[in-house]
């Protein structure tokens, strides 16, 4: 009788097999995201201190700064009937009409510099405002009803100003040539912003106003405008050489180079998208319209670093994968150590990112931590590889990975097309390097009883 059909051996089975190896590596590619979740609590505790870092320099120097003004206030009263248990009351209600200037032309002149906390820098600026706004005297009479009180000695006109504690200096108002006082607040109930308010007698006069408003004012990392004349030109200058514009609307005119900046804005009376009077209880309107200019640092490095991080687990099975081909290519035999050590330092590149970055810039840390990365990555392999030129190989093909993982960070808009890019040239170098294994004899796959 025929012996039994011997059972089907599996050449280079178990723990040694390829395929337990490229399972192997795909568990320790998982498990690198463990060490990179603690690289990235590290990361938000050091943006938690840069953040510190800020509002401690902005209770002292002064925060984000939004100027809004001149604003004309009017108070008046009307009176109303009402029928009360079937008897008509009357109820008189106390109101106030804001009225905006017909004529806006605002002038700002930055001066930029850096606040430190640490190794923690903020953009602060101390900036000159001259604001000159002309109030057309037949708008200021048109606002009421016919039957209201108009209250013209109690009218004021008021400048809000986001964070009052950088008014520095001297805050001066000429009304149609004469000097007046400004006073703490806002001169009516508004609990989103602070500012500065001076009473009029609109009685002492019959014409146009004519209001020109100087302020000394620090602020840090922004500074913003209000739209509210019926024509409203501002003006902005600065040396800081990195300007970002935001806001409602963006300058009809700038000027950037390396002495610093130049906008202009001209913003027209049907794109403001308010009226030229409102009541006090629609303010809010008015502060929506804002534009302005932010004293960009061009390397934020803690969002480039974060950035990276989103890609790690990718770039890490990128170099296991690397590995894993010189390995089936060569015939050279890795352990699972040798895979854990290269895993670690890939992830230790993004803690040397980190850390180097804070004190050296974005640019400069990312180039130190590839160098060491690499080099150390690939004297290693030329150890377990017993081979310079696959360690060299390697060095090529790391510094291609690293160099296009630079592109990505930097070029925000092109990081999808660039990262499709590089899995598909790895998966079709995978393919090219592999085209010619027998992959029947690397994994053989044990056939059904």
């Known amino acids: 009788m025929a012996d039994a059909a011997a059972p089907h051996t599996v050449p280079r089975a178990g723990l040694r097999s390829p395929a337990f190896k490229l399972a192997l590596i795909v568990l320790l590619t998982i498990l690198m995201a463990v060490p990179l979740f603690f690289i990235q609590l590290a990361l938000d505790e050091r943006e938690g201190r840069a953040g510190e870092a800020t ?96 209250h013209w000695n109690e009218a004021f006109v008021s400048v809000a100003v986001s964070d009052v504690r950088g008014l520095v200096g001297n805050v001066t108002l000429q009304v149609n040539g004469h000097n007046a006082a400004f006073q703490p607040g806002l001169g009516v109930q508004y609990s989103e912003t602070g500012g500065i308010h001076a009473p009029l007698d609109l009685n002492a006069g019959s014409g146009d106003l004519d209001l020109n408003v100087a302020i000394s004012l620090r602020g840090s ?25 935001f806001g409602a609307f963006l300058p009809s005119d700038r000027r950037i180079d390396t002495k610093g900046f130049d906008a202009h804005w001209s ?38 670093v974060q950035r990276s991080l989103k890609y790690a687990v990718m770039f890490v099975g990128l170099a296991f994968l690397v590995f894993f081909i010189v390995e089936l290519v060569a015939g050279t035999r890795l352990h699972a150590a040798h895979y854990a050590m290269i895993g670690a330092a890939q992830v230790l590149f993004y803690l040397l990112l980190l850390s180097f970055a804070e004190h050296l810039g974005f640019g400069i840390a990312y180039l130190l931590a590839m160098g060491g990365t690499i080099v150390m ?73």
């Open 55 to 150: 509002q401690d320099i902005a209770s002292g120097w002064g925060g984000t700064q939004t100027v809004t003004g001149p604003m004309l206030f009017v108070p008046y009263d009307v009176t109303s009937a009402e029928v009360v248990n079937g008897t008509q009351v009357w109820t008189t209600h106390r109101l106030t009409a804001v009225v905006m200037p017909k004529q806006l032309d605002i002038d700002a002149a930055a001066d930029t510099g850096m606040r430190w906390r640490g190794i923690f820098g903020v953009p602060v600026y101390r900036s000159g405002l001259k604001m000159h706004a002309k109030f057309d005297r037949a708008t200021i009479a048109s606002f009421h009803p016919d039957s209201a009180k108009i």
């Open 221 to 245: 990392r922004e500074l913003s405008l209000s739209p509210l004349g019926e024509q409203t030109t501002a003006h902005i200058a600065s040396a800081w050489p990195d300007p970002s514009f």
């Open 267 to 304: 913003v027209p009376y049907l794109a403001r998208g308010f009226g030229q009077i409102l009541s006090s209880d629609s303010l809010g309107k008015v502060f929506s319209m804002n534009f302005g200019v932010r004293f960009y640092q061009s390397v934020d490095f803690y969002q480039l």
């Open 377 to 449: 990555t690939c004297l290693y392999a030329s150890s377990v590889l017993k081979s310079r030129l696959r360690a060299v190989i390697l060095f090529a093909i790391l510094s291609l990975l690293y160099s296009l993982l630079y592109v990505i960070l930097i070029q925000e808009d092109y990081a999808m097309l660039v990262g499709s890019l590089l899995i598909f040239g790895a998966l079709g170098t995978t393919m090219f390097v592999t085209r010619r294994l027998d992959w029947h004899q690397i994994m053989p796959v044990t056939p059904a009883v």
